[in-house]
């Protein structure tokens, strides 16, 4: 009754019936529903977008999901709040009950992003872990060709604790063209780590093994004509932070290429340099890295990945320096 009242252009009796059903079960996700379609007739969208939340609260079924999801995202389109309808529709992507309306959500999604100037990213994790300072499985530094055997403090050994993180990432368009983009981003990432109190009487107190790191970046990516090829250069200045000392601030410029070998795969390159200063006019620390990784996507859209890494770390702390070449193979 209360959807043919809105089919026959009596929204008002559909925002009745509505509000009597969800006076009588508030959990019923029809009813949410409902008046959320009732009150997006009337014009009260702000309303009807509060309510559409609720209809996806309460749904039990996927379609329940997919449609309370797609109607808060077009509400949010509505008022112009672009993030917020990238959530909704990935919610309603997610549930979507057949192929065919989650590829049609997902392009509504990409069309929405394309057009949003903003991007989140966030990041949050906890777990224990045995391991929290990265230190060594004994009590005890032996060195092969050497005669002496050297001991460990507790802080240098493996520490048992509770591993937070978390991130978040910003980023704004200044400009957009055909062949070019141009943003700036902020990024913080956060580390704390909470050890037992037998840990902290075996380590007589915390050593503290948290971290922050802060950052501004501004990149910048391009394409020549209608070349596939892509070319990015971006720069970072930023501050990293050790809850026990030896901070450094840190500048950074990277240079990337991608480019598409055939139409499954792709080739991304990269090639970064990063200056770290612990005091001002000393000589800081430098770490230059090159990265190459084959990237292709099978039929079922499977990924399958391949880098080849090589970097070089060079301190004016003896003995630190370090030059790493690896190769890593990916399938997600």
Do not use: C
């Amino acid at each position: 009754m209360g959807l043919a009242a809105i089919q026959q252009g009596r929204p008002d009796i559909g925002l009745e019936i509505a509000t009597v059903l969800v006076q009588k079960d508030k959990a019923d996700s029809f009813a949410h529903f409902l008046n959320a379609n009732s009150l997006l007739r009337l014009g009260h969208f702000r309303d009807a977008e509060a309510a559409a939340k609720q209809a996806y609260h309460y749904s039990e079924t996927p379609e329940q999901s997919y449609q309370s999801a797609h109607l808060a995202a077009e509400l949010a389109f509505r008022r112009g709040a672009l993030t917020t309808s990238q959530w909704w529709l990935r919610k309603s992507a997610e549930a979507a009950p057949d192929a065919e309306r989650k590829d049609e959500t997902i392009a509504q999604f990409q069309a929405v992003r394309a057009r949003n100037p903003w991007a989140v990213k966030l990041a949050f994790s906890m777990q224990p872990s045995d391991n929290v300072n990265n230190g060594s499985s004994g009590q005890y530094n032996i060195i092969d060709g050497l005669p002496y055997v050297g001991s460990l403090s507790a802080d240098a050994q493996a520490v048992k604790g509770m591993v937070a993180t978390g991130a978040v990432s910003l980023g704004y368009r200044l400009r957009q063209s055909q062949s070019s983009e141009t943003t700036v981003g902020a990024d913080i990432s956060l580390r704390r780590v909470n050890l037992s109190a037998a840990e902290k009487v075996r380590l007589g107190g915390d050593p503290g093994f948290g971290s922050s790191r802060y950052s501004m970046s501004l990149r910048h990516e391009w394409r020549v004509d209608t070349n596939p090829q892509q070319f990015s250069v971006e720069g970072e200045l930023g501050r990293q932070i050790y809850q026990s000392g030896d901070d450094y601030s840190f500048l950074g410029l990277s240079f990337g290429h991608r480019i598409p070998i055939g139409s499954t795969a792709l080739l991304d390159s990269a090639l970064d340099l990063e200056l770290r200063s612990k005091q001002p006019g000393q000589r800081g620390d430098r770490n230059f890295g090159i990265r190459s990784t084959v990237l292709r996507q099978r039929s079922n859209d499977d990924i399958i990945t391949a880098s080849v890494i090589v970097n070089r770390f060079d301190t004016a702390t003896d003995g630190r320096s370090s030059t790493l070449v690896g190769a890593q193979i990916g399938y997600s």
